[in-house]
């Protein structure tokens, strides 16, 4: 248990689908990240929020839609998405202006058919 | 900026043998340096990190690594290889000033052999 957790932990969906994956972290800390592992390629950081603002995306397609209500939640809405967007997302967070390290949560295993 | 190079995509020992995982850094700022672990279809664990003090740092599992500035590395190494190390690790290197997002290497998967 790190103290971050994904859900779910599967996710099978077709391409004409609306789905969220959810994140939820329970130390206090004020930054939250999403990134996308794809088989053979490097983790690639999708999104970051600081303080519940979006403070970076790197180019990511519009149908990867993220929301943060809050410091301890975090989203990524999902729709309309292609097959090479199988892949394992993970969440983490983290602490700003600390040496401390980010916390990951478990990930969510994505299918898309 | 900051980046991270990990030699070796894939690094395969005997079991009892030593494990040496290469990471080359580059940061315009002193660096926070760290080593994640990941099992299959989990996610990333820290293993050790280096921020600032003793630049030989011991992390979980019997890894250890060392924080060399003047040749830019953060190699990690357990002077005896189990079944159980057998996992993708990764490197990673994020500034030590203000907001400084974690950049990650490629990975390194380790494959221990009986």
Redesign the interface.
Known sequence: E?G?T?TPRHLVMGMTNKKSLKCEQHLGHN?M?WYKQSAKK??E?MF?Y?LEER??NNSVPSRFSPECPNSSHLFLHLHTLQPEDSA?Y?C?S?Q??S?T???????T?LTVV | AQSVTQLGSHVSVSEGALVLLRCNYSSSVPP?L?W?VQYP??????LL?Y??GATLVKGINGFEAEFKKSETSFHLTKPSAHMSDAAEY?CAVRG?T??Q??V????TRLLVSP
């Open positions: 790190t971050v994904q930054a990240y490097p983790l950081l970051v600081s403070v970076e394992l993970l983490a983290s700003l202006d040496n390290e980010a916390f990951f949560g478990q990930g295993r | 926070y760290f994640y279809n989990q996610g990333l664990q820290l990190k921020t600032t990764f030590n203000g907001f997002k974690l990650f290497g490629t990975g």
